[in-house]
């Protein structure tokens, strides 16, 4: 019998930017990207965005430090990215086109080595149960979750 | 202090100081505040409220603080986090231009414990005045890595030097203050001067001053000395009845006097013709040697105390009884006034040191380590090294702040990082800019040796690099690998594209026909460096060593290949 282990990490994701307070009713959703999406630069203008979610290319990366760079290039001054991706475990590389995972550390690490603040950051479990017994799972590495980092661009 | 300096940049200093004696350090400690305080810069002192400095410190109206320092032993431990936190918040109130003197050993542990967790701290100093530290591990591995290094006496910086290659030692003379000196000089008395000599002891009834050493000596040159007084309070009380058994046994009771603490110098280098200092035990710079020469009175030195600086002051040494026969026979006349000492034993010194250590030409050794300082020398380096003959050429790739080079006469390294190289070069160790994707500017088999450390996991192509490993090396040249087994902890670092396993390093090896001659995994786990720079033999030890077997212990794969 077919049972979803994990939750549609879109809806895990949603659930994240509800809890940290980033929605905006007035926001001006700029064209949202494909988590394929690869290339660098990024096609937007420099300092012209107010906010950013980036959720799929990081793993996919060749070199992450080049899309912190056009992640801080993109953003006004005082504005905050939100960045997720898949915590290290065994379960990582059943996505064929991820090329590398992070932990909370490094996740933190590649935005705060790159002047940005960080604010926050964490684990989020992907397991599909409701919330108050997701918790507890967040704290356990081996499983499928993700890893976020909320920074704010100097 | 002038009214310009903005509040955060003023310079201060602090002081501190377990009390536990009162001896040459601690009075140093009391002269330094003294000449602190009268040329306006704050200074405090840290020491237990009931302890004798403390005592003489608020006498004299110094602002002192109540810490305390608990023994580092088993039966005091407990003691050790109630002292810790208080010491802690003195500490986090500091301007980050305060220099904090750590005054001994036990203090300079604590005062590094409590600055390892404070975001921005003060800078600390260890002042040594002995060099009994520079024999112990665990505060070489504190010096090496935290603090500046001020050494009171020539011969104590040599040591620090000699035993922590590529740590800055900063040397300051001993000194006594200007009022002090003039005061001496007033109250200089022709010497005794009737027929042979009277020599004069002052010290304390401690083993490392040697006295007894002395009584041997003496006796063996009854004719070169009229009588000896020994001015030293009996700090060991066993020390002092063998020193007393000994003079009797001797029958030299009637010419050598123990005359035990004395307060009033005046008097009784009127009564002395030379002053010896006969410590066989580690010690910077005396400060009875200024005063002695301040009266007017030479003096006789151990050969270890000797140093260049004493070059043309009334000072000589001796290590055969002979020699200070001879040199109780040959006592220079000169007098010196407390001005030409004051250029050399003066407080200018010091201060312009602690100066420059307060401003901003010592903030690098405040900031926390960068990344390349984690990659400084492991305690475990041998694990290493061992594997090579120290003729060897070598070539070490991705050599980062190239600590390889100490250990090899004939070495090179290439580092993709300028700042890394640029760090290398400062200590004087042969490093060149250059990125493992391109060819290696070296000729083939030019290399009896290659040294490839956590560098495979960086590089988009390990292969290409190890067929350039190969070519540089000549036949039976051998290449040490090592790099993150694939476990968990490979992703905290972002610059990380791959991990390995035992059998992917070898292959990689196999495969550009290298022969593989052994291979493993070796601990990486937190404070395992330290923990090997303990060792005598400076590898992991083995229990240690033999946990990386184990597969959720943070371990590297290494290799080690013959190009056949």
Same mark, same amino acid.
């Given at each position: 019998?077919?049972?979803?282990?994990?939750?549609?990490?879109?809806?895990?994701?949603?659930?994240?930017?509800?809890?940290?307070?980033?929605?905006?009713?007035?926001?001006?959703?700029?064209?949202?990207?494909?988590?394929?999406?690869?290339?660098?630069?990024?096609?937007?203008?420099?300092?012209?965005?107010? +906010?950013?979610?980036?959720?799929?290319?990081?793993?996919?990366?060749?070199?992450?430090? +080049?899309?912190?760079?056009?992640?801080?290039?993109?953003?006004?001054?005082?504005?905050?990215?939100?960045?997720?991706?898949?915590?290290?475990?065994?379960?990582?590389?059943?996505?064929?086109?991820?090329?590398?995972?992070?932990?909370?550390?490094?996740?933190?690490?590649?935005?705060?080595?790159?002047?940005?603040?960080?604010?926050?950051?964490?684990?989020?479990?992907?397991?599909?149960?409701?919330?108050?017994?997701?918790?507890?799972?967040?704290?356990?590495?081996?499983?499928?979750?993700?890893?976020?980092?909320?920074?704010?661009?100097? | 202090?002038?009214?310009?300096?903005?509040?955060?940049?003023?310079?201060?200093?602090?002081?501190?100081?377990?009390?536990?004696?009162?001896?040459?350090?601690?009075?140093?400690?009391?002269?330094?505040?003294?000449?602190?305080?009268?040329?306006?810069?704050?200074?405090?002192?840290?020491?237990?409220?009931?302890?004798?400095?403390?005592?003489?410190?608020?006498?004299?109206?110094?602002?002192?603080?109540?810490?305390?320092?608990?023994?580092?032993?088993?039966?005091?431990?407990?003691?050790?986090?109630?002292?810790?936190?208080?010491?802690?918040?003195?500490?986090?109130?500091?301007?980050?231009? #305060?220099?904090?003197?750590?005054?001994?050993?036990?203090?300079?542990?604590?005062?590094?414990?409590?600055?390892?967790?404070?975001?921005?701290?003060?800078?600390?100093?260890?002042?040594?005045?002995?060099?009994?530290?520079?024999?112990?591990?665990?505060?070489?591995?504190?010096?090496?890595?935290?603090?500046?290094?001020?050494?009171?006496?020539?011969?104590?910086?040599?040591?620090?030097?000699?035993?922590?290659?590529?740590?800055?030692?900063?040397?300051?003379?001993?000194?006594?203050?200007?009022?002090?000196?003039?005061?001496?000089?007033?109250?200089?008395?022709?010497?005794?001067?009737?027929?042979?000599?009277?020599?004069?002891?002052?010290?304390?009834?401690?083993?490392?001053?040697?006295?007894?050493?002395?009584?041997?000596?003496?006796?063996?040159?009854?004719?070169?000395?009229?009588?000896?007084?020994?001015?030293?309070?009996?700090?060991?009380?066993?020390?002092?009845?063998?020193?007393?058994?000994?003079?009797?046994?001797?029958?030299?009771?009637?010419?050598?006097?123990?005359?035990?603490?004395?307060?009033?110098?005046?008097?009784?280098?009127?009564?002395?013709?030379?002053?010896?200092?006969?410590?066989?035990?580690?010690?910077?710079?005396?400060?009875?040697?200024?005063?002695?020469?301040?009266?007017?009175?030479?003096?006789?030195?151990?050969?270890?105390?000797?140093?260049?600086?004493?070059?043309?002051?009334?000072?000589?040494?001796?290590?055969?009884?002979?020699?200070?026969?001879?040199?109780?026979?040959?006592?220079?006349?000169?007098?010196?006034?407390?001005?030409?000492?004051?250029?050399?034993?003066?407080?200018?010194?010091?201060?312009?040191?602690?100066?420059?250590?307060?401003?901003?030409?010592?903030?690098?050794? #405040?900031?926390?380590?960068?990344?390349?300082?984690?990659?400084?020398?492991?305690?475990?380096?041998?694990?290493? #090294?061992?594997?090579?003959?120290?003729?060897?050429?070598?070539?070490?790739?991705?050599?980062?702040?190239?600590?390889?080079?100490?250990?090899?006469?004939?070495?090179?390294?290439?580092?993709?990082?300028?700042?890394?190289?640029?760090?290398?070069?400062?200590?004087?160790?042969?490093?060149?800019?250059?990125?493992?994707?391109?060819?290696?500017?070296?000729?083939?088999?030019?290399?009896?040796?290659?040294?490839?450390?956590? =560098?495979?996991?960086?590089?988009?192509?390990?292969?290409?690099?190890?067929?350039?490993?190969?070519?540089?090396?000549?036949?039976?040249?051998?290449?040490?690998?090592?790099?993150?087994?694939?476990?968990?902890?490979?992703?905290?670092?972002?610059?990380?594209?791959?991990?390995?396993?035992?059998?992917?390093?070898?292959?990689?090896?196999?495969?550009?026909? =290298?022969?593989?001659?052994?291979?493993?995994?070796?601990?990486?786990?937190?404070?395992?460096?330290?923990?090997?720079?303990?060792?005598?033999?400076?590898?992991?030890?083995?229990?240690?060593?033999?946990?990386?077997?184990?597969?959720?212990?943070?371990?590297?794969?290494?290799?080690?290949?013959?190009?056949?």
């Amino acid at each position: 019998m077919a049972r979803p282990m994990a939750a549609d990490p879109r809806e895990a994701l949603e659930d994240l930017v509800r809890e940290l307070g980033l929605e905006r009713a007035d926001a001006q959703l700029s064209p949202v990207l494909d988590a394929s999406h690869t290339e660098l630069p990024l096609p937007y203008a420099d300092a012209s965005l107010d +906010a950013l979610v980036v959720a799929g290319p990081l793993e996919r990366a060749e070199d992450p430090v +080049a899309w912190a760079r056009d992640i801080r290039r993109v953003l006004r001054p005082g504005s905050s990215v939100l960045a997720v991706a898949p915590d290290a475990g065994r379960w990582v590389w059943n996505d064929p086109l991820v090329r590398r995972p992070y932990t909370r550390k490094s996740l933190r690490l590649l935005f705060a080595d790159h002047q940005f603040s960080v604010r926050s950051s964490g684990y989020r479990s992907l397991a599909c149960v409701p919330a108050p017994l997701r918790v507890p799972l967040d704290l356990i590495p081996g499983r499928p979750r993700l890893t976020w980092v909320l920074a704010l661009r100097l | 202090v002038t009214a310009s300096e903005p509040r955060g940049r003023s310079f201060a200093v602090w002081i501190l100081d377990d009390g536990l004696i009162m001896g040459g350090g601690q009075r140093f400690a009391l002269r330094l505040a003294g000449v602190l305080g009268r040329s306006g810069i704050q200074t405090r002192l840290l020491a237990p409220a009931d302890s004798a400095l403390a005592e003489e410190a608020r006498q004299r109206g110094l602002d002192v603080g109540d810490v305390r320092f608990p023994r580092l032993l088993p039966p005091a431990l407990t003691k050790i986090p109630a002292a810790l936190t208080p010491l802690r918040r003195e500490l986090s109130r500091a301007a980050p231009s #305060t220099v904090v003197i750590g005054n001994t050993a036990r203090c300079q542990a604590y005062a590094t414990a409590a600055l390892l967790t404070l975001r921005r701290g003060p800078v600390l100093v260890h002042l040594m005045h002995e060099q009994d530290s520079a024999n112990r591990r665990t505060a070489r591995a504190v010096y090496r890595r935290f603090g500046a290094l001020v050494a009171v006496g020539e011969n104590a910086a040599q040591t620090y030097r000699e035993r922590l290659p590529g740590v800055d030692v900063a040397t300051v003379s001993n000194f006594l203050d200007m009022a002090e000196m003039c005061r001496i000089e007033a109250a200089r008395t022709p010497p005794p001067n009737t027929g042979a000599p009277v020599v004069g002891v002052l010290a304390r009834l401690i083993p490392e001053k040697g006295i007894l050493e002395l009584v041997e000596e003496l006796s063996r040159i009854p004719d070169a000395w009229s009588s000896a007084r020994i001015a030293a309070p009996p700090q060991n009380v066993e020390y002092t009845r063998a020193v007393r058994a000994r003079i009797a046994a001797l029958g030299l009771a009637d010419r050598i006097h123990l005359l035990g603490e004395i307060t009033d110098l005046d008097t009784y280098f009127s009564e002395v013709d030379v002053l010896v200092v006969p410590s066989v035990g580690n010690e910077g710079q005396p400060t009875v040697i200024i005063e002695s020469i301040l009266y007017g009175r030479p003096v006789i030195v151990r050969q270890h105390l000797w140093a260049a600086r004493f070059g043309d002051l009334p000072i000589s040494s001796y290590q055969t009884p002979e020699e200070l026969a001879h040199a109780l026979g040959h006592l220079p006349r000169v007098q010196l006034s407390a001005e030409e000492l004051e250029l050399r034993f003066g407080a200018n010194e010091l201060l312009d040191t602690l100066r420059h250590l307060g401003s901003g030409a010592a903030s690098s050794l #405040t900031v926390r380590p960068s990344y390349f300082d984690w990659h400084q020398e492991p305690g475990y380096y041998r694990d290493v #090294t061992r594997h090579f003959a120290p003729t060897d050429r070598i070539l070490d790739v991705g050599c980062g702040t190239a600590w390889i080079g100490d250990h090899f006469a004939d070495y090179v390294g290439i580092d993709d990082s300028s700042e890394a190289v640029e760090q290398a070069r400062a200590r004087g160790r042969n490093a060149v800019v250059h990125s493992v994707d391109d060819r290696f500017p070296f000729e083939d088999g030019s290399f009896d040796g290659v040294v490839v450390k956590d =560098l495979l996991e960086h590089v988009r192509d390990p292969a290409a690099v190890v067929r350039e490993i190969r070519r540089v090396l000549r036949p039976n040249g051998r290449v040490f690998a090592s790099s993150p087994d694939a476990q968990r902890w490979v992703w905290d670092d972002y610059t990380h594209l791959r991990p390995f396993t035992r059998v992917g390093y070898r292959r990689l090896f196999c495969d550009q026909r =290298l022969a593989i001659d052994a291979d493993g995994y070796e601990s990486v786990m937190p404070g395992i460096g330290l923990i090997s720079g303990l060792s005598r033999r400076r590898r992991r030890p083995w229990p240690l060593a033999e946990l990386a077997r184990l597969p959720w212990v943070r371990r590297n794969v290494w290799v080690l290949a013959r190009r056949a």
